[in-house]
């Protein structure tokens, strides 16, 4: 021990003190133990070049494919081995590298089971599988005359310092790594788009490109932020309806599995947020993973449920970061591609001039030949007896016929021309001699010419690799902008609310006492109690209000639909004041006065109305004084829609003795305007798009697809449209729809104009064989369309022939054949301007501007969510509810949570 220590243990034994921490300081090696690991970690294992875009393990393992390549499959396990030489790490780390590499289908033709990306299944063992360079490899990854060599870690062989890539394959692959400090994510682009992106940037033009997963699916690229730090990319799973109570998943999110994403939409039905029947997996070249509902449940809200609970949606964060001479950096996608092409410029400069040296070397021996074979200058050297003397005599030769040659003789020209063998001077072609040099010439002034103009030929090189490589490769995610799920909207109703009103308790552990309704784990309700109190909480096991609650409802944010009525007596013995109000925001767990906040205030009437209904009711005094009226009639509709915290109007400053409702409130509000944004292809009530229409609760959509297929639905904003849909608008009954297709069958046009008379039900109207297909479909009320005829040989064309649909067939049943177009041959056929028609006018309600979309499903039903209450509710309701007594003591309060008499 120092004496140091020894010093202040002494200390602390003398103060009956424990001994105290000390700071040691490290030195010698062990100071840069650490920086070197790190250093070693970035630069040698977890981060690629930007040079050649590989990782040093994936750089060995494509140097020893090309080591071992002889055109044949080679073992895995070979490779792996022969890599070994070049890389100081063990044969599970390459094996497992170049399964990678092997995945992504680029570099390497393989063989065997080398696993699956979609299903998440490992590659079987190495020495089961076999691979080879792909042609596109050999074709960009190699040129031994252009690529610096060094010392492997043993020093026994030399190993590439950068593969001389002329491609932007880090970005084409895309690459991951973590390290000591930092980490990498480039995510993976699509082969043909970085071939035209790449061809922009040579031409001086402005290019954007975006991630393309070999998983497909469908990714939002709206924040991508080139690839740098702190962008992000969200991606869902394509999915589709099946059948009626079946969705199937045929794409799934990049970074997940087809295990990976059931197990979350398992969790997710196990927490009551989805609620699913069972799972089918049927994946083997193509996912589909079919999602069977229960009755009832609805597919696109559980399309939007999927999203927003399971890993159907992915967000990843990609981090541009790569290394560029012994140092990280961090950089987008497009300085990236645009280093990649410029460094591929510089390659293809370096191959043309190694290329131009060797061509005007074989052109400077071949006139050597030819004029030491022409001219017969080797019988000089008949009568040298020494070595010096054959080449001096061979050089005093050549001198009088060089002038034209480009460099001067050295001896090692003239030892090449002592090595040409009798026979071949013997049969010496002057004429083939001189075909050869004048082909030499040919290919260096071409050379010459591509070195001139080396931008050119940059561009006519990328422009082959996609003529070459680029089938099979076109884009395999779907580019879109999302539309943010509410979590709150799909969320399954998976616990029951209920609420003891006398003791003030509401929670989902109250199982004895009265239900309210079904709602979710995060659910907001919204309770009143009858001294005019008002709070908004959590759901939770049980939750205290306040005595003698009146209603509870779930909470809807920003719901301006739902307005509540009431009438309340400000104080012990105060006037009475009416007011109608929504509540659109709040504080959680607050409570809020809907009195004047006088001391002993109380309510003596309320209602919720989930569509602004305004009722009637009979007010009634009690007999004081000389008061002449004691009973008179309400009329909500006349009070003004106010802020939850107005006084009110003021109703009567005597002492009420009663509110009975008389008459029910009725909605005032006008139809919903409904508009479609093909941005996101969903419907909106927040004029993104184009506008659809005004709906009332019968109205519906009408929906054509591309195969023939038209229904009528309920503009519910959760509505999931397919791909090919071409028709969209609101459903007019009486209106035909009047369509042109091609029966297969029978091989000819056929006409057809029909009515839907089965709403909600998909039908097809075009022929189901294989060839039959939709030419036009109208839906216009007079449409006209233009045929034009196939040209036949010999014969002018067929003057084109307008039709009125109109008057071409008459309305018959969606099922019927139609009217045969012509029998002659079409080349195609296109709509005209319909002819005029003045179509029926609606009569539109009252006009009353509340805007709020979630309540859009519940009207557009023609069914509130009150109404839906007293349909659930099994106590029989009466539509004028008396009070228990006629004293103030005793108020009557409506169970079904519509209205409440005080």
């Excluded at 099946?242 to 295990?259: A, C, D, G, M, Y």
């Excluded at 309305?811 to 301007?833: H, R």
Aim: aromatic fraction near 8%.
């Amino acid at each position: 021990m120092s004496e140091e220590h020894e010093e202040l243990e002494n200390i602390n034994k003398e103060d009956n003190l424990e001994p105290q921490e000390t700071i040691t300081k490290v030195t010698g090696m062990y100071k840069d133990w650490f920086l070197d690991y790190a250093s070693y970690v970035i630069l040698e294992r977890a981060v690629p070049a930007i040079e050649d875009g590989f990782k040093p393990v994936q750089r060995r393992i494509m140097h020893s494919m090309k080591d071992l390549d002889d055109g044949r499959y080679n073992k895995v396990a070979n490779i792996v081995g022969h890599t070994m030489q070049y890389h100081p790490h063990g044969d599970a780390s390459i094996a497992d590298a170049m399964v990678q590499i092997g995945q992504k289908d680029l570099l390497i033709d393989t063989q065997g089971n080398w696993g699956n990306i979609l299903t998440g299944d490992r590659a079987a063992a190495s020495r089961y599988i076999e691979a080879r360079i792909s042609k596109f490899g050999l074709d960009v990854v190699y040129n031994p005359k252009i690529t610096e060599w060094q010392q492997s870690y043993d020093g026994r062989r030399k190993e590439p310092i950068n593969l001389p890539v002329m491609f932007p394959l880090l970005l084409a692959q895309g690459g991951e790594g973590i390290a000591v400090g930092l980490s990498t994510k480039i995510l993976p682009h699509n082969f043909i788009e970085l071939i035209d992106a790449s061809i922009k940037h040579l031409k001086g033009k402005r290019f954007t490109i975006v991630p393309d997963f070999p998983t497909a699916g469908i990714a939002d690229f709206t924040n991508y932020n080139d690839g740098n730090r702190g962008g992000k990319v969200r991606v869902r799973a394509k999915i589709s309806h099946h059948s009626k109570n079946t969705l199937v998943i045929t794409e799934i999110p990049f970074s997940t599995t087809t295990q990976s994403l059931i197990d979350s939409i398992l969790k997710a039905n196990d927490k009551g947020k989805i609620k699913i029947k069972k799972i089918e997996d049927n994946t083997a070249a193509k996912v589909e993973i079919l999602v069977h509902l229960p009755s009832g449940i609805s597919p696109d809200k559980t399309i939007d449920a999927l999203y927003a609970f399971t890993n159907c949606e992915t967000s990843i964060s990609p981090l541009g970061c790569v290394i560029e001479d012994n140092k990280p950096l961090f950089i987008g996608v497009t300085e990236m591609l645009r280093r990649s092409t410029d460094n591929t410029v510089q390659l293809l400069k370096s191959e043309l001039e190694i290329k131009l040296g060797e061509l005007e070397e074989q052109w400077h021996f071949a006139s050597l030949e030819r004029i030491f074979i022409e001219n017969r200058i080797y019988r000089d050297i008949e009568e040298e007896e020494t070595w010096d003397g054959v080449i001096s005599a061979i050089d005093k030769g050549l001198q009088s016929h060089i002038k034209h040659l480009k460099r001067k003789i050295t001896v090692e020209d003239i030892t090449r021309l002592t090595e040409i063998r009798i026979k071949r001077i013997s049969k010496f072609d002057i004429d083939k001699a001189q075909q050869k040099i004048d082909a030499l010439e040919a290919q260096i002034t071409e050379v010459k010419h591509h070195l001139a103009n080396l931008i050119d030929y940059a561009i006519a090189y990328f422009t082959r690799l996609k003529k070459d490589y680029g089938e099979g490769k076109e884009r395999k995610t779907e580019i879109r902008i999302f539309d943010d799920v509410d979590a709150s909207k799909v969320v399954i109703r998976n616990t029951k609310l209920y609420v003891n009103r006398e003791e003030g308790f509401i929670g989902t552990a109250l199982r004895r006492d009265e239900y309210v309704c079904d709602c979710s784990d995060i659910d907001d309700i919204i309770a009143f109690t009858a001294d005019g109190k008002m709070m908004v909480t959590k759901v939770d096991s049980k939750t205290f209000i306040g005595k003698n609650i009146i209603h509870v409802a779930v909470f809807k944010k920003k719901d301006k639909r739902t307005i509540y009525n009431l009438i309340y007596r400000d104080g012990k013995s105060g006037p009475s004041y009416v007011k109608r109000f929504a509540v659109t925001s709040m504080t959680r767990d607050r409570e809020y006065d809907l009195t004047n906040g006088s001391k002993a205030s109380k309510l003596w009437y309320f209602s919720a109305n989930p569509n602004g209904e305004a009722e009637v009711v009979s007010i009634s005094l009690r007999q004081v004084g000389s008061i002449k009226k004691l009973k008179w009639d309400l009329d909500f509709s006349d009070i003004l829609i106010k802020a939850r915290t107005s006084k009110g109007n003021l109703v009567t400053k005597y002492s009420i003795k009663r509110i009975e409702l008389k008459e029910k409130g009725v909605s005032t509000l006008k139809p919903r305007k409904i508009w479609f944004d093909d941005t996101v292809q969903r419907l909106n009530v927040d004029e993104r798009g184009e506008l659809i229409g005004e709906f009332r609760g019968e109205d519906r959509l009408l929906v054509i697809n591309q195969k023939g297929i038209v229904k009528t639905i309920i503009p519910e904003l959760t509505t999931h449209f397919d791909s090919d849909m071409i028709v969209l608008e609101k459903w007019i009954p009486k209106k035909p729809i009047s369509a042109i297709y091609y029966d297969g069958d029978k091989e000819r046009y056929y006409v057809k104009r029909f009515l839907i008379e089965q709403e909600g039900k998909e039908e097809s109207f075009i022929s189901d064989h294989a060839s039959s297909q939709l030419e036009i479909v109208s839906t216009d009320w007079r449409p006209m369309a233009d045929v034009e005829f196939t040209k036949e040989r010999g014969k002018d064309r067929k003057q084109n022939m307008e039709v009125n649909l109109e008057e071409f067939i008459a309305v018959k049943g969606i099922n019927a054949l139609g009217n045969q177009l012509t029998k002659d041959k079409i080349n195609q056929i296109n709509l005209l301007e319909p002819l005029p028609f003045e179509a029926p006018e609606e009569v539109y309600a009252d006009e009353l501007e509340v805007v709020d979309e979630e309540q859009v499903t519940a009207e557009v039903s023609g069914t509130t969510e009150a109404e839906v209450k007293v349909d659930l509710d099994p106590k029989p309701k009466t539509d004028t509810p008396k009070p228990k007594e006629d004293t103030e003591e005793n108020p009557y309060v409506d169970d079904s949570g519509q209205a409440s008499l005080f």
